[in-house]
């Protein structure tokens, strides 16, 4: 079950890394922008934002989950390393730009708090992570890295939720302003279960 549930959270981790993409190849309103208005899709600081942030954070989904494969680790860690170093200078780059647009989220205050927790979770648990494996402290940085990627994966969470969301309310703004918390506090819960065990043998500040 554990092999199985890795399989599914890498290969959604490889179709919604690669989603943002599509907004690059379609023309007119697509996804979330269709929830935007006009003076915001002409904002350049805006628009620059957006696409930083999906394009950069859709490289951090998809690098990110090989982090957690043992297999790499042991066997090709100059990779492991390559890809570490990837994955934090997209959450850097994309994090901060989240938190930008997260001002905007649609669906007023809500939303934008629960959008810029996220942001602020994922950098301070991503800084964090980084910090500690340059002290060598492996398993702790082993822990916050499941707390970091946990929040990257609320890209796929939150596509998961919404449309759910959408009809059980039948009102897209209810259903974004539930979905920009639930989309990552509970991977957050799942987090630290799946660490209890790395968290049982080591003293954890």
Same mark, same amino acid.
């Given at each position: 079950m554990k092999k199985i549930g890795k399989v599914i959270v890498a290969i959604l981790s490889i179709l !919604? @890394? &690669?989603?943002?993409?599509?907004?690059?190849?379609?023309?007119?309103?697509?996804?979330?922008?269709?929830?935007k208005s006009n003076d915001l899709l002409t904002n350049t600081v805006w628009n620059t934002a957006f696409y930083t942030h999906i394009t950069l954070g859709g490289i951090a989904l998809l690098v990110g989950w090989t982090q957690?494969?043992?297999?790499?680790?042991?066997?090709?860690?100059?990779l492991h390393k390559l890809l570490g170093k990837v994955y934090v200078i997209t959450v850097l780059i994309s994090?901060?730009?989240?938190?930008? !647009? @997260? &001002?905007?989220?649609?669906?007023?205050?809500?939303?934008?708090l629960g959008f810029i927790g996220l942001g602020m979770t994922w950098l301070y648990s991503t800084i964090a992570a980084y910090r500690q494996i340059v002290k060598g402290q492996i398993n702790k940085h082993q822990i916050l890295m499941h707390y970091s990627y946990a929040a990257c994966f609320a890209a796929v969470t939150l596509r998961i939720w919404l449309p759910v969301l959408t009809v059980s309310f039948g009102d897209f703004i209810i259903a974004y302003s539930i979905v920009a918390w639930l989309c990552w506090i509970p991977n957050l819960i799942v987090a630290y279960y799946l660490t209890r065990n790395i968290r049982s043998s080591t003293r954890y500040l």
């Open positions: !919604i @890394g &690669l989603y943002p993409f599509v907004y690059f190849l379609v023309d007119e309103k697509f996804g979330l922008l269709n929830s957690f494969s043992k297999r790499i680790r042991s066997t090709r860690l100059k994090g901060v730009s989240g938190v930008y !647009i @997260g &001002l905007f989220a649609t669906g007023g205050i809500i939303a934008s």
